[in-house]
């Protein structure tokens, strides 16, 4: 207690005036030593501590819990980079909002240890309960050392009490090799050390009603630069967040330059059930924005089908696009094939390698742009950027989708075949997205691949667009329905579900790579449920349009009825509800509105034609529920014990569309 006292003192010397900064509801104020950040839903305050910010307390406005700091030392920490920090120095502005992000508060400290420049920026948005904490590190030195053994630590609190309920969730992308792309892990914090792998890490206070929650905005553990070993360490209520991606080389090579580690995200929530993941839901739907003539999307892609490549015409293009539309779907996108350079000579300029292939285009792309546009069909591309030299030639990529969005109206980018194995890579990476979104006015939209290679995953890198997540495949024979819901439904608990492509392939393609007693072949299912899978994300029709049979819907409508509450759908809070997909379950999502919504149910190949779900409604509230299939069907209903509903559906594998209205004053 005595040196809190002394150590207030100093402070109290060190730091006497006042500033102040606010902007849509968030604030952040310097006040005798107290750097406050905070907005109506959370405020963190700090010691100033020479710039070297040490947590004083953070507070949930909503419960009115105050989490008292136990700690002394500061939030960052670099083993081995010891001192005084000096020439500390903070502002804060407001960011206007793009078509990409709201606008929101950024708080800067910055300050220095040696030849060690230090950068923390925070930055918070309206109606959030997380702030998002962001670190640069730069030297002009020669020489700069830490031992990498030493674990650095990107954020850090120390929480009175011993009774911690720890959950932790580990996320896998390069699904190539991957089908599994969640794993729990749940635990007590205890007096020892716990390490935890994963890029987020829940904590419930047991004994009593609130919790915080750790993200870290960075790849997923398998693709992390000089990882440790793990993302988290608990001991009682001490929660660290761990692990820079940066070593001392990384600075030394861009000598002068800031690099940035990876982000730390802090935010609280009650123990009210499923209050945590509305919390990071929150943060993850107030720092995008999600905008409709921009995001939304039915996609097919040439990929799936895995066909000859000199297919791709331009009177194949027209083909498949009026086949698109016919289905009612909205973006035909062209993959590995159409550019000039196929093999990606690293000795020909990108915007050389990547313009369209004169055999193909004799017209360049603007006859199918123009025939697009009358069908209702966007035309979109695939793009590879030169991995040599750790991303070198970013400028030379950037100005290559520049030009194909300037000079030939493409707007839509597939990204494959990245590699972001290095510090410099990654760098590399974010000034390519950075100058095309800027000199684009933030129009071009991305569909990042993570199917392979170190690359940004679930919660790095992602603001310029969307995640393609897996390719799948029936001349491969590892395209099963069930498999693909399943890892949609695990992935939506923590991740957007509209913020990823999932794919529906041509059932009738390959029939013979199955066996005939597959259960979970995809010839099992209806044209309309392969496609219904994929609707809480964004839909990729993985095939040639043109290669369907006629009247290959069963309900030749499904698409338009989707497209037509496609964005209100994406606006709410979809997670999943039921069982985990395993081909024999009842399952589906829950799309949440404040006093409505949506939900998608799947009977998979499960004996019962009724089942009571789990949701995320309220217990005992009276709910109108309408399938949007079958206008006739109506039904009111009381949620029981965990939001419980009873869904009825006729056949296998089968599923229905419903919007339901919460019934007030029943």
């Not at 009247?551 to 759908?569: E, V, W």
Request: one cysteine or more; a negative charge.
């Amino acid at each position: 207690m005595m040196f809190r006292k002394l150590f207030l003192l100093f402070l109290c010397i060190a730091v006497t005036y006042l500033s102040f900064a606010s902007s849509e509801g968030c604030y952040a104020k310097l006040d005798s030593n107290i750097l406050s950040i905070g907005n109506n839903r959370i405020e963190r305050n700090f010691f100033w501590n020479g710039g070297q910010l040490i947590t004083k307390n953070i507070i949930d406005k909503q419960s009115s819990k105050i989490w008292i700091n136990q700690n002394e030392t500061a939030d960052f920490v670099i083993p081995g980079i010891s001192g005084k920090p000096e020439n500390a120095k903070w502002s804060s502005s407001v960011v206007k909002e793009t078509p990409i992000a709201p606008a929101h508060l950024e708080v800067v400290i910055e300050y220095n240890i040696g030849m060690l420049q230090l950068k923390r920026v925070y930055r918070i948005f309206q109606n959030t309960p997380a702030i998002t904490t962001d670190s640069y590190l730069k030297t002009i030195s020669d020489s700069l050392e830490w031992d990498p053994k030493d674990i650095a630590i990107i954020d850090q609190v120390s929480l009175p009490g011993k009774h911690w309920r720890i959950e932790s969730v580990e996320f896998f992308d390069a699904t190539d090799r991957y089908n599994t792309l969640v794993n729990k892990t749940k635990g007590i914090s205890y007096r020892s050390d716990s390490r935890f792998r994963g890029n987020l890490l829940f904590a419930f206070d047991m004994g009593g009603t609130n919790g915080l929650f750790f993200l870290k905005e960075a790849p997923s553990s398998i693709n992390q630069l000089y990882y440790p070993g793990y993302d988290f360490i608990t001991n009682y209520g001490s929660l660290k967040n761990v692990g820079l991606g940066v070593k001392p080389s990384d600075l030394l090579e861009n000598r002068g330059e800031w690099i940035k580690t990876y982000n730390s995200v802090l935010g609280v929530f009650d123990n009210s059930p499923n209050n945590h993941l509305y919390a990071l839901r929150s943060y993850q739907k107030n720092r995008h924005n999600l905008i409709e003539n921009r995001d939304e999307m039915i996609v097919m892609n040439t990929w799936g089908d895995r066909a000859d490549l000199n297919r791709l015409t331009e009177d194949y293009c027209l083909e498949q696009m009026k086949a698109c539309s016919e289905l009612g779907i909205t973006h035909f996108q062209i993959d590995w094939g159409w550019q000039e350079g196929t093999k990606g000579d690293n000795n020909k300029k990108s915007i050389d390698v990547w313009s369209p292939n004169r055999q193909l285009y004799p017209n360049g792309f603007d006859k199918l742009i123009k025939e697009g546009k009358k069908l209702g069909v966007e035309l979109c591309l695939y793009f590879v950027p030169k991995t040599a030299n750790n991303n070198s030639a970013w400028e030379e990529d950037a100005d290559a989708i520049i030009n194909l969005y300037k000079n030939h109206g493409v707007r839509i980018f597939k990204i494959d075949g990245q590699k972001m194995q290095s510090k410099l890579a990654e760098i590399n990476t974010q000034k390519m997205y950075d100058k095309v979104m800027k000199n684009t006015d933030y129009n071009v939209v991305f569909n990042l691949d993570i199917t392979n290679s170190p690359r940004g995953g679930y919660f790095y890198m992602t603001e310029t667009g969307n995640l393609f997540v897996e390719n799948r495949y029936t001349s491969w024979a590892n395209y099963y329905p069930y498999q693909t819901l399943r890892n949609l439904w695990m992935l939506s608990e923590y991740v957007p579900a509209e913020r990823m492509m999932f794919e529906f392939l041509n059932k009738w393609k390959n029939q013979d790579n199955y066996s005939g007693e597959d259960l979970y072949s995809p010839r099992n299912y209806s044209l309309d449920y392969l496609f219904a899978i994929t609707m809480p994300s964004q839909p990729l029709a993985f095939f040639d349009a043109t290669g369907l049979p006629n009247n290959a819907l069963k309900n030749r409508n499904i698409i338009n009825i989707y497209k037509q509450i496609q964005h209100d759908l994406h606006q709410g809070y979809i997670f999943p509800i039921g069982e985990e997909p395993n081909g024999e379950s009842w399952t589906g999502f829950q799309s949440l509105h404040s006093d409505r919504g949506y939900f998608i149910i799947y009977r998979e190949n499960s004996n019962k034609v009724t089942e009571e779900l789990e949701t995320f409604l309220d217990d005992g509230v009276t709910v109108q529920i309408k399938s949007l299939t079958d206008m006739s069907y109506s039904t009111i209903q009381i949620a029981g014990k965990s939001g419980r509903i009873s869904f009825s559906l006729p056949e296998k594998n089968c599923f229905d569309i419903y919007e339901y209205i919460i019934i007030k004053g029943v």
